[in-house]
Structure formats: C-alpha cells, structure tokens
C-alpha cells in the first residue's frame, strides 16, 4: 500500500541560498500558484516574504516578534480560502500574529496573554474556517497543551482547552470550509480529533483522542481529496495513516435541551516504520492522490506513494 523512494540533495541538483539568521519555518500559503513567494520566520523572529527567482533580498519584511519564531502558516493564496491573503505567525515569546503582506511593519492582529498572565510558547498555528470573505479563525498550540481558537472577525477568544501535553501540530480537515474537524497532535504519542460544526457553551467542542505512536506525533496532514484520511508522522521514524468515521448523529441536547456535539471515531488503516530519526515534516501533493513527502532527523527526504486510496 505505501510505496517509498529517498534522495539525499546534492549541491548539484539544488540552489543553495545562504542568510544570516537560521530559518525556523515556512509556508507558500499566502500566495497565488503563479506568484509562489516563501514566507519565513527565523531565529530571530523576524517574517520575511521571499521571491525564489530574486532571493538576494525579501520581497516583504518585519521585525515580527521578540523571540524564536516557531510556526507559520498562510491562507488566501494558492487557490485555498476566500479573502485577503495572511499570514500567521506563532512564537516562543508567547504570541500569535496575523500579517497582511500589503500592510507594512504592523500586524492586523495580536493575540497575547494578558498583563501578568504566563506566557507560553507557541508551538504550532492553523488557518481555518475561511470559507467567505469575513469568516476566518486561527488556532493556536502551546507547549503546556493549551488549544486556543481565535475569532478574527470578531478578534476574539471563541474557545480554548487543554490537552495536557505540548500540541506540536494542528490542522483543519480544510480551510476553505466551514469549520468541520480539527486534528491536534502531541508528545506522548496522543492526538485529538475535534468536531468543530457544534460549539457548546461550557464543554465546548466534542473530540475523541487515540494513542497512535509510541513517542511524539509531530505532524498531521489531512488528504487533499478526502478529508476523512489523515497522515500522522512520529517521533520513532513511522507514518500512520488514519480515517475518520462520523457518527449516526453528529449534535444532541444535552439535559437543559443545549445542543452539544458527538464526537465520531478514528480507525488505523495502515502504518510503515521509514526510520529510527523523528519525522518532523510532512505534506501531500493537492493533484496526484496518495503522492506525499516527508523529511526526517536523518536528513533525509522521502517521496512515498499511498495506493488505493480512491476505494477507501
């Protein structure tokens, strides 16, 4: 079913760009497939907006946080979600910020703890709900387990929980939707499905959790062509592939007659051990089904392809 092949990048096949602050992390997100402009955020915490065909100098760039910037993410560009084109941006300095590239040095929104509250590092951020020109939100993944959901619309704190382990990855089933499911990874080996369509007032969103690696699940990536398949990648070298399974009833009343949601159950399909290093990234290819890549501790990138799953 899952079918591998590994190339270690040669300085011959590759263009080496060199700069003088390590890169931490990037996304493409926030630009069209013609345009193609990395965002990065660096060790210093600074976000800046590169054209590949002119990299000497950043197209776009922001003195964006205080610390480390551990996380990015982009919507509104590459054909996926509807209004402006952002980016998002969390840090070790406890923050999470929204840019618009066509707005200079400032960003459309904060979100930060509050005077005296701890400020905890932000591990992982995600665009979602992004289905209309005014609806967006972000979620945010701390490493005390804090799960935090941001209206921008209504630049609010819509929900918050608390997974009880560092939230290493998170993603939307899609983003370009009304807020359907949301998948948040962790150390220990957990991670957390949410059912986002029901919000109750105090217990929130209905999830259920599995126990899929035997160490840190780093990376989750939902298939492009079926939102009910999910890729986890662990910190022993292996990739899980998982379905999600709705189900009869997706809400309920609860005894004050409060619609509630139901939460559905995650099923293994299949899994391969591809290395004794942590896989720490992960994506699948939007037009060719089951073509994913991955890239590991052991400085190795492999290209895999998954089988059959138009019969799933």
């Known amino acids: 079913m899952v079918e591998t092949t590994e190339d270690r990048f040669s300085k ?10 390590p890169i931490k992390c990037g996304t493409f997100g926030a630009t069209s497939l013609q345009q193609r402009y990395l965002a990065t955020g660096d060790f210093e915490g600074n976000l800046h907006i590169w ?19 551990n996380t990015i993410d982009g919507v509104g560009g590459l054909g996926i979600g509807e ?17 618009d590239p066509r707005q200079k040095d400032d960003p459309v929104a904060n979100m930060e703890p509050v005077q005296g509250e701890n400020r905890r590092d932000c591990w992982t951020v995600a665009f979602g709900n992004a289905y209309n020109q005014e609806e967006r939100v972000v979620c945010a993944g701390y490493d005390n387990g804090d799960i935090k959901l941001f209206d921008l619309r209504n630049m609010s704190l819509r929900w918050e929980t608390n997974i009880k382990n560092g939230v290493c990855s998170l993603e939307f089933d899609r983003k370009d939707i009304s807020m359907n499911k949301l998948v948040a990874t962790s150390l220990e080996g957990k991670f957390h499905v949410f059912d986002m ?16 690696h035997k160490s840190t699940v780093w990376q989750v990536r939902h298939l492009p062509q079926n939102r009910e398949l999910f890729l986890t990648a662990g910190g022993a070298g292996s990739l899980h592939l998982w379905k999600y399974e709705y189900p009869i009833q997706r809400s309920k009343k ?46 190795m990138v492999r290209v895999l392809i998954i089988t059959k799953l138009q019969s799933i």
């Open 12 to 21: 011959a096949t590759t263009l080496e760009i060199e700069k003088s602050k």
């Open 51 to 69: 054209n590949l065909e002119a990299p000497e100098l950043p197209v776009y760039s922001v003195k964006g946080h205080k610390e480390i910037i």
């Open 83 to 99: 209004g402006a084109p952002e980016i998002v941006t969390g840090s070790r300095d406890g923050t999470v910020k929204v840019w």
């Open 254 to 299: 609860d005894s004050e007659g409060v619609e509630m949601g139901v939460a559905g159950s995650v099923s293994l399909l299949q899994n391969v051990t591809l290395s004794t290093q942590p896989i720490s990234s992960l994506d699948w290819s939007p037009d060719k089904r089951g073509l994913c890549i991955c890239s590991s501790f052991d400085q």
């Open 197 to 212: 369509r029901t919000q109750h007032p105090t217990k929130g969103f209905a999830s259920v959790s599995e126990k899929a």
